[in-house]
Each structure stands twice: as C-alpha cells, then as structure tokens.
C-alpha cells in the first residue's frame, strides 16, 4: 500500500532532485479534492522525460527498483516495504501542454497545459493534474469499484460530468 507520508516523501526526494512531476490516478484525486477516499496500491506519477534520468537516480538512492519496463509508455518502480510507483513519461510543448505516448502509436494521450494544477495531501500543497484530465482518462474501459467510487468524488467535488 501506498500512504500518504509515502507519498509525500517520493515528492520530496524528486524534488530535491530538480525532477518535475504530478499526481494523477487515485492519489491525484485525493489530491483535488483535498483528503483521502481510499486506500491504494500504488502512486501514479508524470514526469518530464528529459528529467527521466534523474528520476530513476533518485528513486534507485531511495530504495525503489523497476519492476515493469513497458517504455515509450509506462514504467514501474517498486520498493522492498510494498510501495510502487506507476511512471509516465511526458513531452513538453513550448506552450506547456505535453503528450504521453501510447500503445497506438498514432493516438499518443494528450494534456492541455491547464491541467497542470495543484491539490493537497496530508495538509500539504502537491502537483497533480486537473479534474477534467482526470475523467478525461478514465473512459473507453469496463470501470473497476475504486474507478466509480473516484468518480464520485470528482463529481461531488467539482460538479463534473463524468462517463459513468
């Protein structure tokens, strides 16, 4: 499982490393909406891609190790206490919008460059992306439990529309 003080401290260590990165997944909506809904399994992180080295310098001094390499796309990093980090590499634009590659080539998933926001975890303030990115990513598949009950949230937060 993946806390919130574990959270807060993978986001120490980067930044102390000069990497950029935000929330998104179960934590990022935690983080919008200000207090933690659920538990989780792991933290879902996006990074720039050219801070990548760095990344994986300062996760491996921490402890963490990869686990899943499914490069362009994703990668995995994980710790031997349980927690595990999901990566995901973006490409800046000059105007602050960036893409993630995806499994079609064709069809890399795209982030508006407002969606690069900030919420709270634990009291503090963290990075994370927006609310409408957040539903925008969570379309197109059969929902598990923690999906439905994460879109609930947004749309008792936000009062946003959401795909089911």
């Known amino acids: ?47 720039r891609q050219e801070q990548e080295p760095d990344l994986l310098a300062a996760l491996n001094t921490a402890g963490f190790t990869e686990t899943v390499d499914w490069r362009p796309v994703r990668f995995v990093m994980a710790h031997a206490e349980g927690q595990e980090i999901d990566l995901h590499p973006l490409a800046f634009a000059p105007d602050g919008s960036a893409v993630q590659r995806s499994f079609d080539p064709g069809s890399p998933f795209p982030y508006p460059a407002g969606c690069f926001v900030s919420g ?43 795909h089911f």
């Open 1 to 47: 499982m993946m806390t919130a003080d574990d959270v807060l401290a993978v986001l120490a260590v980067l930044r102390k490393a000069g990497v950029d990165t935000w929330i998104a997944g179960g934590w990022g909506i935690d983080a919008l909406v200000g207090n933690q809904g659920r538990e989780h399994r792991d933290l879902d992180l996006l990074h």
């Open 120 to 162: 709270s975890i634990a009291g503090t303030r963290v990075p994370c992306v927006s609310a409408e990115q957040q539903v925008f990513f969570h379309q197109g598949y059969e929902p598990a439990e923690r999906d439905l009950h994460d879109m609930a949230r947004l749309r008792a937060a936000f009062g946003i529309a959401t």
